[in-house]
């Protein structure tokens, strides 16, 4: 069965360096893979989607990668601030009509 | 546009009892996605909908059940309610599936079972 790991359970960092998430998968390689937002008490928002034949993809302050070969996605926020602090969510596709989630790195950044 | 809502906020349940949880996805989305989240064990698959079909079930029980309507809102049941079904129940639409588009999420509904 499908299985995904992500690098920590918790990550610090200070504020304005660059936060690196790491999302390893095994098993099963996705066509897409998805990273979400999540904050305490709520849903989780998305943030950024890579097909397999991406190999980077960048949103703003966000940059995600994909290594199929590796079986890796990186997740990168550069300059980052004490609201970027929460948890982050890699989901694979499945092929069958569903997410497939990371148990999540909860970033805190610290002022 | 009006976002995915979810009914109610919070729920609290004795153990036994039956509870339907209620979402109404972005209107034009087809696509309606439960999940069950833990800490313990995140977020888990419970089952999608299309079109008033379910087109994928997780590994869960056969307590946990529910049903799409002809306006794409979607109920979940859960009967005989046991305490290891505490957990924040989120609903997520997306426009035909949320395997190559954004998935949106609700606030998700809380339940307790004592």
């Known amino acids: 069965s499908q299985k995904i790991e992500q690098n920590s359970e918790a990550l610090n960092i200070q504020e304005g360096k660059t936060a690196t998430l790491t999302c390893n998968y095994t098993?099963?390689?996705?066509?897409?893979l998805q990273w979400y937002r999540q904050d305490p008490g709520r849903g989780p928002v998305f943030l950024l989607l890579?097909?397999?034949?991406?190999k980077e993809k960048r949103k703003e302050r966000l940059k995600v990668t994909f290594d199929t070969t590796l079986k890796q996605s990186l997740f990168h926020i550069t300059a980052s601030q004490p609201a970027d602090s929460a948890t982050y969510l890699c989901?694979?596709?499945?092929?069958?009509?569903?997410?497939?989630f990371g148990t999540g790195t909860r970033l805190t950044v610290i002022p | 546009k009006a976002g995915v809502t979810q009914t109610p906020r919070y729920l609290i349940k004795t153990r036994g009892q039956q509870v339907t949880l209620s979402c109404s996805p972005i209107?034009?989305?087809?696509?309606v996605s439960w999940y069950q989240q833990t800490p313990g064990q995140g977020l888990q698959f419970l089952f999608e909908?299309?079109?008033?079909?379910?087109?994928n079930k997780g590994n869960f029980p056969g307590r946990f059940s529910g049903r799409q309507f002809s306006n794409s809102r979607s109920e979940m049941n859960v009967s005989t309610l046991e305490l290891g079904d505490s957990a924040l129940y989120l609903c997520?639409?997306?426009?035909?599936?949320?395997?190559?588009?954004?998935?949106?999420f609700g606030q998700g509904t809380r339940l307790t079972v004592v």
């Open positions: 989901a694979l596709e499945t092929g069958a009509n569903n997410l497939f």
């Open positions: 909908y299309f079109s008033e079909t379910q087109r």
């Open positions: 997520a639409s997306s426009f035909l599936t949320p395997m190559n588009t954004e998935a949106f």
């Open positions: 890579i097909r397999e034949n991406e």
């Open positions: 098993n099963y390689s996705p066509a897409y």
């Open positions: 209107s034009g989305h087809r696509s």
